[in-house]
């Protein structure tokens, strides 16, 4: 007796996680999130050597393959930086360098729980803030000033 009841609670078990974990994402009911995204989507200033990371979560707690990919457009980020199969909610992330300074780079991740899938492409800029060689414009205009100033002080002396 007490076999037959372990075997029935097991089926209804096996039941409940097809359910949770391969009907409903087909229904558009348990869709996997992906958040803290980083580096975040169209950031500036970002460094030489940033590590691309994301939160994955499924709402089932579903086993999940998650890729992450980089390119030099949205459409080409195709280039695989890494991966790792079942796997659970969690943070992921890869190390992304060489990069070149002042350059957009874009990357994308796709999960995948066996029925449902989840792509989405983000891009960053390395360098400045500003997006532009603040160092060399600061420099530039540093030099521009010191050498009006110099003027300016030539021109008192001789007075």
């Avoid at 609670?9 to 558009?28: D, E």
């Avoid at 066996?114 to 540093?142: I, P």
Wanted: aromatic letters at 14%; proline letters at 3%; glycine letters at 10%.
């Amino acid at each position: 007796m007490i076999w037959y009841n372990l075997l029935k609670l097991s089926i209804i078990v096996m039941i409940i996680f097809v359910v949770i974990c391969f009907i409903l994402p087909m229904t558009g009911i348990a869709q996997i999130s992906v958040t803290d995204v980083y580096p975040v989507n169209q950031s500036k200033g970002i460094s030489l050597q940033p590590r691309i990371s994301a939160t994955v979560t499924h709402p089932a707690g579903c086993l999940m393959n998650i890729s992450f990919y980089h390119g030099n457009s949205s459409a080409n980020a195709t280039h695989l930086l890494g991966s790792v199969t079942n796997v659970t909610n969690g943070t992921y992330f890869y190390g992304f360098y060489p990069a070149v300074n002042y350059t957009t780079y874009y990357w994308k991740t796709a999960i995948n729980d066996g029925s449902a899938w989840y792509n989405e492409t983000f891009n960053f800029k390395t360098g400045s803030a500003g997006g532009g060689h603040s160092v060399y414009n600061s420099l530039v205009t540093a030099g521009i000033l010191f050498g009006i100033l110099g003027i300016v002080r030539l021109l008192m002396i001789r007075r």
